[in-house]
């Protein structure tokens, strides 16, 4: 089996519109007594219809189990467990843009007081670091309540565009994406002139480049693995502040936090290797500890430490 075929952009592809379209499906017309079973039955057939992703859930649990004993993993069932998780995750997604999920089921953790800097309609803009840990889209729907804040998503193209479809089915305004199969000149004089004009962007930093390229090799959960570059990458060329942003759903709320990571990027030309493998190992120490708080929310179903290429 090669790395192509294991890459998460290939596997993702399989069942991608359907689910959504289900997804738009339920959130527009069910009722919500009547969410949860039909979650569990969707789930239930990817569950069974999937089982490498059964196969990299259970390897990621087996890891986190070893790294950190007292992460609160459900004793039965627990690979299910985590489908059904991602399957409400992608619901509450759905449900936020047609105002099921208001502002006020979201619980601020701010120590750092970055939303001070969100609100500062005169500064630079800066970077959001985020992860497929927990159900970032629903901050993104949240923040417009900010007066003139604008948030740009750099994403893969192929797969957010047929997310960003369903959304709007299901009632959303459209979504500020940056196509970002390549860092090359145009878009960095594009980015570069919305951060100096105050808007902020927001990079998943724990997958690799559809191409496989431009990545570091980290010590996650007790192994080696490989996150990407990219966002640390544009962070130093850009010169900008660097945030982590997590959003978590715990007894039936979700919890958005916000630290600061990088208060300055301007690295030596020599020192900026060492300074991104230096960015990319501390956010993995970090992405580690809130999985450990919430085990069940890391919605990567592919081979994250690519142990089965051979």
């Not at 804040?149 to 960003?164: D, G, I, M, Q, Y």
């Not at 978590?248 to 919890?255: A, D, E, L, T, V």
Request: charged share 20%.
């Amino acid at each position: 089996m090669n790395a192509k075929a294991n890459h998460w952009a290939v596997q993702q592809e399989r069942g991608n519109r359907l689910f959504l379209g289900l997804t738009t499906l339920m959130v527009r017309h069910l009722p919500p007594w009547l969410m949860n079973p039909c979650i569990w039955f969707v789930v239930l057939y990817f569950y069974i219809t999937a089982p490498k992703p059964r196969r990299h859930i259970a390897r990621y649990q087996e890891r986190l189990r070893a790294a950190f004993p007292d992460a609160p993993l459900p004793r039965r069932l627990p690979v299910l467990q985590q489908f059904t998780a991602f399957g409400q995750a992608v619901c509450d997604r759905f449900a936020v843009w047609q105002h099921k999920i208001s502002y006020q089921d979201l619980q601020l953790h701010d120590p750092d007081d970055v939303y001070a800097d969100m609100d500062n309609p005169g500064g630079r803009g800066q970077i959001f670091v985020c992860s497929h840990l927990g159900n970032v889209e629903i901050c993104r729907a949240l923040v417009s309540h900010h007066q003139g804040f604008r948030l740009n998503v750099l994403v893969h193209s192929r797969h957010a565009e047929a997310f960003n479809e369903a959304l709007i089915k299901a009632g959303a305004d459209r979504i500020q994406l940056i196509q970002v199969a390549d860092l090359d000149a145009a878009l960095m004089m594009d980015l570069n002139a919305r951060i100096e004009a105050g808007e902020w962007l927001a990079v998943a930093a724990d997958r690799v480049p559809v191409r496989g390229e431009k990545t570091v090799a980290v010590e996650f959960l007790g192994a080696q693995t490989r996150l990407p570059q990219g966002a640390w990458l544009l962070a130093g060329l850009l010169k900008t502040r660097v945030n982590t942003l997590f959003c978590i759903k715990k007894n039936g709320r979700y919890h958005l936090k916000l630290n600061r990571f990088l208060n300055s990027t301007d690295w030596p030309r020599g020192k900026r290797t060492a300074a991104v493998a230096a960015a990319a190992q501390a956010f993995a120490d970090r992405l580690a500890e809130e999985c450990a708080a919430a085990p069940l929310q890391w919605f990567n179903f592919y081979d994250f430490w690519n142990d089965h290429n051979g």
